[in-house]
């Protein structure tokens, strides 16, 4: 019997086994992730990815490193964990969370992974709710990278919002950008739309611009993977051209994320670290549907994974404890104590 399962997270006593979402959408693998490294591998290539998921799986591979090694550096491997990828800050949240149970003992840890993965769910549950409640029916809403059932433990932070409106018979038509460097929105959110039976349609991220100037885009729904006390947040590289599109041609702009991507120790956008990857990353693109290179094999290149939004150009931050506003961001509302 499974401990936990989501869309792309299996664990037990035994084995912590992730899918691959390098090989989405053309192959549907399960691989094992049974230590510390592994983990850590999968995350660096985005096999396992989005701001939750990643917390939740190195919740899963902590207690599970404890386990098997009950005088081991904890702490250590911790530590490990936490740098792998800097942006996202459901990771910290997660590890911070399991820091605090060390002196409880393994059974301690295992309690408190299960306890995030739960809560996580109940989150993506919740904050859906919300942002459904924002989407009207026949609603053309533009959204970026992927937030679904794939990066969380639930149904997803905006595309939990699209898959609830659905489920209540609200008719949508989502516009998905590929999300380039690695094409998330092309490779997984198509893939989950398909899935959910969400009409939609693909676009080049270059393309929205156009689609907006022709009247064709209600509303703008994205996720987080950090989001300041200003309100400033850090999304997929390419958020941010999406708000000012948005401002520009007076397109509600939504971000929805549980409050566990909220970081009230950051106070505005600019002391958020932005992720750096590799030049290849841009040079070509390489899954499971093959490998293509096509700039000079030494280009240099500039590869941040991530940009920051201010929160000058955001209509509304959808949470899990509710809808804010300007006003009510700038009270510091989002940031209370939960
Ligand atoms: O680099 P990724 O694919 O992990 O980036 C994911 C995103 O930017 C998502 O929009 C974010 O994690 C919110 S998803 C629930």
């Known amino acids: 019997m499974p401990f936990v399962q989501s869309r792309s997270l299996r664990v037990d006593i035994e084995a912590l086994a992730y899918l691959d979402q390098t090989r989405l959408p053309q192959v549907e693998q399960w691989e094992a992730c049974n230590t510390p490294e592994a983990w850590q591998a999968a995350v660096k290539r985005l096999a396992i990815r989005g701001a939750p998921l990643i917390g939740l799986s190195a919740a899963f591979v902590l207690a599970q490193y404890a386990a098997r090694n009950p005088q081991g550096n904890w702490q250590g491997v911790s530590d490990n964990l936490r740098a792998t990828r800097p942006t996202a800050v459901n990771l910290m949240y997660c590890l911070d969370a399991m820091e605090a149970c060390f002196d409880q003992g393994v059974e301690a840890l295992w309690a408190r992974a299960t306890a995030l993965f739960e809560e996580d769910r109940a989150l ?85 611009a156009s689609l907006m100037a022709a009247g064709k885009v209600d509303k703008i729904m994205v996720g987080a993977d950090r989001i300041c006390a200003n309100g400033d947040f850090a999304n997929k590289v390419g958020t941010y051209m999406l708000a000012v599109l948005a401002h520009y041609h007076q397109v509600p702009f939504y971000v929805v994320a ?77 940031c209370r104590e939960r």
């Open 124 to 208: 993506c549950q919740a904050m859906a709710e919300r942002g459904a409640d924002l989407l009207r029916d026949g609603d053309r809403v533009l959204t970026h990278c992927n937030t679904g059932a794939l990066a969380t433990a639930g149904v997803g932070t905006a595309i939990g919002a699209f898959s609830v409106a659905n489920t209540r018979g609200t008719k949508l038509h989502v516009y998905v950008n590929e999300t380039r460097p690695l094409l998330q929105g092309g490779r997984l959110t198509a893939w989950e739309m398909a899935d959910l039976d969400i009409d939609y349609q693909l676009i080049c991220d270059s393309m929205a």
């Open 258 to 334: 549980p409050y566990t991507t909220v970081d009230t120790a950051c106070a505005t956008g600019a002391e958020i670290p932005i992720e750096q990857r590799d030049g290849s990353e841009v040079r070509g693109v390489t899954g499971a549907f093959g490998e293509a290179s096509w700039a000079p094999k030494d280009a240099p290149v500039w590869n941040p994974a991530f940009d920051v939004t201010p929160a000058t150009l955001v209509t509304g931050w959808v949470l899990d404890t509710g809808v804010f506003d300007q006003d009510a961001i700038a009270r510091g509302e989002h």
